[in-house]
């Protein structure tokens, strides 16, 4: 079956950097665009950043432009979001979805603190 499996959220101060990673099993990576999403406590989850199968078109979020960065890595069936100059709102669930405009699977997240 589907799985995607995040990791790499934890506690960062504000201006530091996290790089999440997303593994995928199940299906024919290769084949889909994928996207992040991110919720916050008590707001509905909103895009952060996607891309398409071979990673020529990416889109980002307006409140992330410039700071993130999302590719992947199809010979490892691995979807990544590089995260720059992290501020506290950027507190948050982040899950690793597949799709483009419409998304099928969710992974099940993984937990960003951005915290002095």
């Known amino acids: 079956q589907v799985q995607l499996v995040e990791s790499g959220g934890g506690l960062v101060q504000p201006g530091g950097s996290l790089r999440l990673s997303c593994v995928a099993s199940?299906?024919?990576?290769?084949?889909?665009?994928m996207s992040w999403y991110r919720q916050a406590p008590g707001k509905m989850r909103a895009l952060v950043a996607r891309i398409t199968t071979d990673g020529a078109n990416r889109s980002l979020g307006d409140s992330v432009m410039g700071r993130f960065t999302i590719s992947r890595d199809n010979a490892k069936n691995t979807v990544y979001l590089q995260m720059n100059s992290l501020k506290p709102e950027g507190t948050a669930m982040y899950y690793c979805?597949?799709?483009?405009?419409?998304?099928?699977?969710w992974g099940q997240g993984t937990q960003v603190t951005v915290s002095s």
């Open positions: 199940g299906f024919a990576f290769s084949n889909y665009p």
């Open positions: 979805t597949r799709g483009w405009s419409t998304v099928d699977y």
